[in-house]
């Protein structure tokens, strides 16, 4: 009886052990699925993690890129701007250079005409016996530049009977002469042919007039003889343009 109840007890202990062992097992199995299952999350949660860094990373990239596109977009349109700062530069420079250069010319261009109340006109005999040319002088008095057009109209006598002096056009310059304030310009004018029977008259005086844009200026300019008058024969008297300075050939006649 001992015996038998001995081995029950044993049996039901032995079961028992076995049960402890196997719920032992069990335990482990969920702790180790419990760990499994958090060590799981924890690397999805990391790599979420990374995910969402990369992704944020991404994302600053891609702003740092496109900030750096726009600021390399704002230094070519700077670079444009500047380029098309510097073309307009180039262009006034050009402009300035032409609109300084272009703008002393227009300058000149732009003078007025020279009014008889502008100019002195003066005469000297030629070095010549007898007396066939003469020079006229006329000096800008005025405080401004004028502009001498054409040739000076010359009456030796009253001017509503005298006869016109012929210019000779050879002697027109390539442009008509722009007179600062006290410069001179030239005429030379013939006054006889030096014949001992040509037919002349002395003047101790004459007018000349200007020119205007639109023809003979009013106003006349008295012009004193030189020393002893004039003996004017008006058949052979011409005049020459109004120049800077005589020149063989075009001033010779």
């Known amino acids: 009886m001992r015996t038998h109840h001995k081995s029950t007890v044993l049996a039901a ?3 028992a052990a076995l049960s402890l062992g196997l719920t032992a097992c069990g335990g482990g199995t969920d702790a ?3 760990d499994a299952g958090a060590a799981s999350s ?3 949660a990391e790599g979420a993690t990374d995910k969402g860094t990369g992704a944020a990373a991404g994302t600053a ?3 740092a890129a496109k900030s750096g596109s726009g600021s390399a977009g704002g230094s070519a349109t700077g670079g444009s701007t500047a380029g098309g700062g510097s073309g307009s530069g180039t262009k006034g420079s050009t402009a300035g250079s032409s609109t300084g250069s272009s703008t002393g010319g227009k300058t000149a261009a732009k003078a007025p005409a020279c009014a008889y109340g502008d100019i002195k006109v003066t005469a000297a005999k030629a070095d010549e016996v007898p007396t066939e040319h003469i020079v006229l002088t006329a000096t800008n008095t005025s405080g401004s530049a004028c502009t001498l057009l054409e040739y000076p109209l010359i009456a030796f006598g009253p001017i509503q009977t005298a006869k ?3 210019a000779v056009a050879k002697s027109k310059p390539a442009a008509p002469v722009v007179l600062r304030p006290g410069a001179p310009a030239y005429a030379n004018v013939r006054v006889a042919l030096g014949g001992v029977d040509e037919d ?3 003047v101790n005086s004459f007018n000349v007039n200007l020119f205007a844009a639109g023809g003979p200026a009013e106003g006349s300019i008295v012009v004193k003889a030189p020393a002893g008058g004039l003996a004017v024969g008006e058949a052979a008297a011409k005049t020459g343009y109004w120049t800077e300075e005589l020149r063989n050939g075009a001033d010779e006649f």
Do not use: F, L, N, R
Request: net charge neutral.
């Open 42 to 44: 924890s690397q999805g």
């Open 32 to 34: 180790g699925a419990k």
């Open 164 to 166: 016109d002096v012929p």
């Open 200 to 202: 002349t008259k002395v």
């Open 13 to 15: 202990a032995a079961i």
């Open 61 to 63: 990239d891609q702003t």
